[in-house]
């Protein structure tokens, strides 16, 4: 019997075009990401740089490893991070889309693992999107892989392991973030939302305007823990599945939108956006993938029949353009269009009015029938001369090209989706990974005040027999999200720093030679280049990672000569934090200096002195000798 009645849908079908937006959006982001580390590639991936390889391998886990751990050298890092970018692009235009997913994953696995202080949660969550998308068909949809295939699934319906597995990963992040927040921020008082809009590293944007209406922060705590335990069971609920599911999607993505103009947590909440795209449901995405009401004019395309490259650009056009009514034909076949092709050495393109177009000019008329992208054709045709060229130059060189895209266009009779092994595979690993997420659950009694009935104490244990597997391909999975309850502990960061002539000046991630101040930053961007350098600020700062700021002090020191070869060496420095805990609403915050480090460029003996907390007193700036408590039993 079919369970075919309109109330009932199974919710582990997903719609291939959706797949089509993840994969293009995971593309998009990792690409985004490569820019935004770039400019700091060799302070974050070289030996001369923040951490060195012999650092990074000593303090990784065991079972981790990376390709920047080959070679420590500048050159060699921006080889990697340029065929990283060149395979993402590939995954984002969707050619040979299951390769570049899987040679995506690697290189992305291999950054993540050469720094990770420079990691957060939506790290973790792009990573995974990447895996699961190996297993995912999710090039079968607006790729070019897709105009490669001659038999095209009509069904935008897509069943299978890997795609059970990619919805409870995405739900996962949610529910197990709700079940983390154990705090009474969450659960009674409501300030969880206050104390997270109070945080400075994080807050900007609408969140100074409305971080004090504690009403509303109270009525959105309690909201938002709600909204990510039950989101996730309604988007499951096969009974009118397209309300609760789109309801669930809608509600998640306007709390995504929300973190995105409060806080400044990176590519964290477009990657969250990104991943619920992909659970669209099928009713949905045919309302916003709608097909165009044209295809196009009639028009005839011939090929060169012995030229693969040709005929395949011929598929591509119409594919990409929306041509659904050209005709594709290889031009010998033809009596009359063969002996043009010849003398021409050109396709051959026959328009509505059968006129014959040859060259960039074909091109250019072809752009213009397209229901798409017609627009485009106004600009081509002002390169006819060049355009010309570019034509002729492929054309003399197509036998060359065809063999190249034998390999990387190859034809398929139809796009090919994971076999009984890869689901096999991908099942396996889902339910591994979704019992690791149940063994982060530290409390499950109770749950948000209430009596579940569980044992005190309770707790899942870890799958640890599945750890190589888990950290080899980091699929690393605690999502503790202002969990257990959004971090107090505000502040800001200071680093004097004493040069060998005595001089006083104030360190930082930009290099500053303006003398050092007590002041609090007027913005973020005065301590911070960007998120990436806040993130490693703030796990210098945290006890566990202590073991890095040795590392850190020693690239200050060498840095500094290099950035500033105009002043005298850098000779010693000290590094604060200036903790301002955040008090419940009302209440002043309290200021306390905390010294994470001290660090000498030439003998570490010499720090017994203090040189740095000498030079500062010396300097009679009682503003600094204040707030670092100078003096005073504080450190």
């Known amino acids: 019997m079919q369970l075919r009645h309109k109330f009932f849908t199974n919710p582990f079908i997903l719609d291939l075009r959706a797949l089509a937006l993840l994969r293009i959006g995971v593309g998009l982001l990792i690409l985004a990401d490569l820019a935004i580390r770039t400019p700091d590639l060799s302070i974050w991936l070289t030996d001369s740089g923040i951490l060195s390889r012999e650092k990074s391998i000593a303090y990784s886990p065991e079972w981790r490893w990376s390709l920047y751990w080959l070679n420590g050298g500048a050159l060699w890092a921006g080889f990697l991070t340029a065929v990283a970018a060149g395979f993402s692009m590939m995954l984002t235009l969707g050619i040979r889309t299951r390769l570049a997913s899987i040679v995506s994953l690697l290189f992305l696995i291999s950054l993540h693992n050469r720094n990770p202080l420079l ?163 099928r009713a949905l995405m045919d309302r916003l993938w709608r097909s165009s009401p044209r295809s196009g004019p009639a028009i005839q395309i011939y090929f060169d029949k012995d030229c693969s490259f040709c005929e395949k650009i011929c598929y591509l056009l119409k594919y990409l353009l929306g041509l659904r009514s050209a005709q594709i034909s290889a031009a010998q076949d033809h009596e009359i269009i063969g002996p043009v092709l010849e003398r021409e050495n050109s396709w051959v393109i026959i328009d509505e009015d059968d006129n014959q177009r040859l060259r960039w000019d074909a091109l250019t008329y072809v752009v213009q029938c397209s229901p798409r992208f017609s627009w485009i054709s ?92 888990y950290l080899s391909l980091r699929l690393d999975q605690r999502w503790g999200m202002f969990a257990p309850y959004p971090q107090k502990e505000n502040g800001w960061f200071i680093s004097p720093g004493l040069l060998a002539d005595g001089s006083l000046v104030a360190l930082n991630d930009n290099g500053s030679d303006r003398a050092p101040s007590g002041a609090r930053p007027n913005s973020w961007e005065d301590q911070f280049k960007n998120y990436r350098w806040r993130k490693y600020y703030s796990r210098l700062w945290e006890a566990r990672y202590s073991e890095y700021r040795l590392a850190y002090g020693s690239w200050l020191c060498r840095s500094w000569s290099k950035r500033h070869d105009n002043l005298s060496p850098l000779e010693a420095f000290d590094f604060y934090f200036i903790s301002d805990f955040n008090q419940p609403p009302g209440e002043p915050g309290v200021q306390t200096p905390i010294r994470l480090t001290q660090y000498h460029c030439r003998d570490v003996d010499l720090l017994a002195a203090e040189p740095v907390s000498s030079a500062i007193k010396e300097s009679n700036n009682t503003e600094l000798i204040e707030m670092l408590g100078i003096g005073k039993d504080v450190f």
């Not at 009403?215 to 990510?228: D, F, I, K, M």
């Open 378 to 469: 106004s600009i081509l045709s002002r390169f006819n001369d060049f355009g010309d060229r570019v034509y002729i130059w492929i054309g003399n060189h197509r036998f060359e090209l065809s063999r190249i895209s034998a390999r990387w266009l190859p034809w398929r009779d139809q796009y090919p989706r994971a076999g009984k092994f890869g689901s096999i595979t991908a099942a396996t690993i889902a339910l591994l990974v979704l019992w690791h997420n149940f063994s982060t659950i530290e409390q499950w009694n109770p749950v948000h005040g209430l009596d579940t009935g569980v044992e005190a104490n309770y707790r899942i244990p870890s799958p640890d027999f599945f750890m190589p597997f």
């Open 119 to 281: 990691l957060q949660g939506g790290d973790n969550l792009l990573l995974l999107l990447l895996f699961w998308g190996c297993f995912l068909p999710w090039g079968e949809r607006a790729s070019i892989d897709a105009s490669m295939v001659r038999t095209t699934r009509i069904s935008n319906d897509y069943f299978g392991a890997p795609g059970i597995a990619l919805v409870l990963q995405v739900l996962s992040v949610y529910f197990f973030s709700a079940l983390l927040k154990t705090g009474e921020e969450w659960i009674t008082d409501g300030t969880a939302i206050y104390y997270a809009l109070h945080l400075d590293q994080y807050a900007f944007g609408l969140a100074p305007i409305w971080r004090d209406w504690h009403g509303l922060t109270q009525l959105l705590s309690h909201y938002v823990w709600w909204l990510e335990l039950l989101a996730p069971p309604l988007a499951l609920l096969p009974i009118w599945f397209i309300g609760f599911r789109g309801l669930a999607v809608f509600l998640l993505i306007a709390l995504e939108v929300g973190f995105l103009f409060n806080l400044r947590i990176g590519l964290f909440p477009l990657i969250s956006i990104i991943s619920l795209c992909a659970l669209i449901p």
